[in-house]
């Protein structure tokens, strides 16, 4: 491994001008469990990293807004997010996505905003949040910014963050008349990377679906919003009969990757028939994941 600059900034504004620099080889990291293990493979070979350990506690509050919502702090640790109380009341099925999150050794260190700006299709975090409407709030050397979880991956590893722009808190809106579920399919061992991820989100009023949110990762090249199947939804009985005209719908339109863990064809069966349950899962028991 091939020698960098290790920096400690003490505040948030020194960490983005740290990074506001035009060398692709300077890099924030909190936790660092996905970094770690680029420079081990030596896929990335940084010139310098800019560690946010001592800005750390100033943006990793967890906590339920006035108007029922609720607000992440980028670093807080995925650990706490599973086990804080507001997020459990809030949106519980975030808390029963972490449970399968990778595994323990790595939610204790791991952080919102790293798992966010990593861009990683497989990860389970984003989906679940695009599913709430989440948005993110971005500090950078411009200043400030919002962007919603679905806008902010642009592609295979890659998001809209600009240079020395950094993630600081999650805030999600009020999830009430909502139900949620997340499902998620590994073909290997259960905290592997999974081969299909889905996130539904449903608000239903006069016995009909009025609203639906309804997202993929893992099996696309970057997390995905499913309109055409939000539409079939919308106005129809969450019965199984609207449920499979969904998953039809949203097979139709989205593009699945083949790779090691499946072909776009089996990742296409898993899309329909893990779609449906998700559904399923989000009428029958609300927001158990």
Same mark, same amino acid.
């Given at each position: 491994?091939?020698?960098?600059?290790?920096?400690?900034?003490?505040?948030?504004?020194?960490?983005?001008?740290?990074?506001?620099?035009?060398?692709?080889?300077?890099?924030?990291?909190?936790?660092?469990?996905?970094?770690?293990?680029?420079?081990?493979?030596?896929?990335?070979?940084?010139?310098?990293?800019?560690?946010?350990?001592?800005?750390?506690?100033?943006?990793?509050?967890?906590?339920?807004?006035?108007?029922?919502?609720?607000?992440?702090?980028?670093?807080?640790?995925?650990?706490?997010?599973?086990?804080?109380?507001?997020?459990?009341?809030?949106?519980?099925?975030?808390?029963?996505?972490?449970?399968?999150?990778?595994?323990?050794? %790595?939610?204790?260190?791991?952080?919102?905003?790293?798992?966010?700006?990593?861009?990683?299709?497989?990860?389970?975090?984003?989906?679940?949040?695009?599913?709430?409407?989440?948005?993110?709030?971005?500090?950078?050397?411009?200043?400030?910014?919002?962007?919603?979880?679905?806008?902010?991956?642009?592609?295979?590893?890659?998001?809209?963050?600009?240079?020395?722009?950094?993630?600081?808190?999650?805030?999600?809106?009020?999830?009430?008349?909502?139900?949620?579920?997340?499902?998620?399919?590994?073909?290997?061992?259960?905290?592997?990377?999974?081969?299909?991820?889905?996130? %539904?989100?449903?608000?239903?009023?006069?016995?009909?679906?009025?609203?639906?949110?309804?997202?993929?990762?893992?099996?696309?090249?970057?997390?995905?919003?499913?309109?055409?199947?939000?539409?079939?939804?919308?106005?129809?009985?969450?019965?199984?009969?609207?449920?499979?005209?969904?998953?039809?719908?949203?097979?139709?339109?989205?593009?699945?990757?083949?790779?090691?863990?499946?072909?776009?064809?089996?990742?296409?069966?898993?899309?329909?028939?893990?779609?449906?349950?998700?559904?399923?899962?989000?009428?029958?028991?609300?927001?158990?994941?």
């Amino acid at each position: 491994m091939r020698g960098f600059e290790l920096v400690h900034p003490g505040s948030l504004a020194e960490a983005i001008a740290l990074l506001d620099t035009d060398d692709d080889r300077v890099r924030p990291f909190s936790g660092g469990t996905a970094l770690m293990l680029m420079m081990k493979t030596g896929v990335f070979r940084p010139s310098r990293l800019v560690h946010l350990g001592r800005i750390g506690a100033a943006h990793a509050a967890i906590a339920a807004g006035p108007n029922g919502g609720l607000r992440i702090g980028a670093m807080a640790t995925l650990t706490a997010v599973e086990h804080s109380a507001d997020v459990i009341r809030v949106a519980p099925v975030i808390a029963g996505a972490m449970k399968r999150l990778a595994n323990v050794r %790595v939610r204790n260190v791991a952080c919102v905003g790293g798992n966010l700006a990593h861009g990683d299709p497989h990860m389970d975090l984003p989906p679940v949040l695009a599913a709430l409407g989440g948005r993110v709030a971005i500090a950078g050397p411009q200043g400030t910014r919002e962007v919603a979880v679905e806008h902010l991956f642009s592609g295979y590893y890659e998001t809209v963050l600009g240079r020395g722009e950094l993630i600081t808190e999650v805030e999600l809106p009020s999830q009430r008349g909502w139900t949620s579920a997340y499902l998620k399919c590994t073909t290997r061992s259960a905290d592997d990377w999974p081969a299909l991820g889905v996130a %539904v989100s449903l608000r239903r009023a006069g016995g009909v679906i009025a609203e639906a949110r309804l997202v993929v990762s893992a099996a696309t090249e970057k997390l995905t919003r499913l309109a055409g199947a939000e539409a079939a939804l919308v106005g129809a009985a969450a019965d199984g009969t609207a449920f499979a005209r969904a998953a039809d719908a949203a097979v139709a339109e989205v593009e699945l990757v083949e790779d090691a863990r499946g072909s776009a064809d089996y990742k296409a069966q898993l899309l329909r028939v893990h779609l449906k349950r998700a559904l399923a899962q989000a009428v029958n028991d609300g927001a158990v994941s």
